[in-house]
């Protein structure tokens, strides 16, 4: 069919570049949560297909020992690299924290964490180089994101604390509750004290409760939403490794599930922004 094989060799190798571009972006989280951060993808990248897994039969990671989340994030990975993926979003702020190098090492594909992209967008939003940081416990005990900030700039000053009950609050949606607004002021008040110009959102959870952080700082703050920022960091990956899915086609998404819990559907549907469609039990994952 191709009398010249340089002909044939260039056509070819363009056809493998194309499928290579039009794999899925792999995402993966303990729980519900990283669908914040394929919302963000969505939305900066609307053309680009995504396979998302978060793993409900053993969430949250937060309060388990670094061991045990290195274990997690091995298998979560090698899920992904078998369905394909050109690259790799690590969307639990736990596993960024304590186990990107183990994700790295499972997969020969581009990886992206949460965390210093979050540091990234802190640093540049900063007036006052007081930079805040909530996460869920074993996020704060890392200092992952204290790390980052002080190698981005060591003369920023950071106030971290955990807040714990975030999580359930957002999966519950009291946005409007006046339980969440209590125990907002209650974590809260030591970084207003501070007087914090920004405050990283260190979980994935954290930016639905957006508007009932913001509120105990009387909207004097930036919050830094790590998943917005991870997004934008897929993006300039995708370009500089020629990535990007050119096909202008509406994107494939799939959803994946180590268990589907009661509510997972509606529970998700408020993280992601719109419906989930159908997801799927990943058998045989255990």
């Known amino acids: 069919m191709f009398d010249n094989p340089i002909a044939f060799s260039y056509i070819s190798n363009t056809m493998t570049i ?95 964490g949460v965390i210093v992209p979050g540091a990234k967008a802190a640093v540049v939003a900063t007036k006052k180089k007081s930079i805040g940081v909530i996460g869920t416990i074993g996020t704060i005990n890392s200092k992952a994101y204290t790390n980052a900030l002080k190698q981005l700039d060591p003369s920023i000053v950071v106030i971290s604390q955990p807040c714990p009950l975030f999580v359930p609050l957002a999966e519950e949606g009291w946005i409007d509750h006046k339980a969440t607004e209590i125990i907002a002021r209650e974590y809260l008040f030591p970084l207003r004290l501070q007087k914090i110009d920004t405050l990283v959102l260190g979980c994935t959870h954290y930016p639905i409760l957006g508007k009932n952080i913001r509120s105990v700082f009387d909207d004097n703050i930036t919050l830094i939403d790590s998943g917005d920022a991870t997004a934008a960091e897929v993006e300039i990956i995708l370009n500089e490794q020629n990535l990007c899915n050119p096909s202008g086609m509406k994107a494939n998404i799939q959803f994946y599930v180590s268990d589907i819990p009661y509510r997972f559907a509606e529970v998700g549907e408020r993280f992601l922004g719109q419906k989930l469609g159908r997801v799927r039990r990943a058998d045989g994952f255990f």
């Open 18 to 112: 194309k499928n290579k571009n039009l794999k899925p972006i792999g995402v993966f989280d303990s729980g519900i949560g990283g669908l914040t951060v394929v919302r963000a993808l969505m939305q900066r990248l609307p053309h680009e297909n995504l396979i998302y897994f978060g793993d409900t039969a053993r969430v949250p990671y937060g309060p388990k020992s670094p061991q045990v989340v290195r274990e997690y994030a091995a298998q979560d990975t090698d899920f992904l690299v078998k369905h394909d993926v050109k690259l790799i979003v690590v969307a639990c702020n736990t596993v960024s924290s304590v186990a990107l190098e183990i994700v790295q090492k499972h997969s020969k594909v581009p990886v992206v």
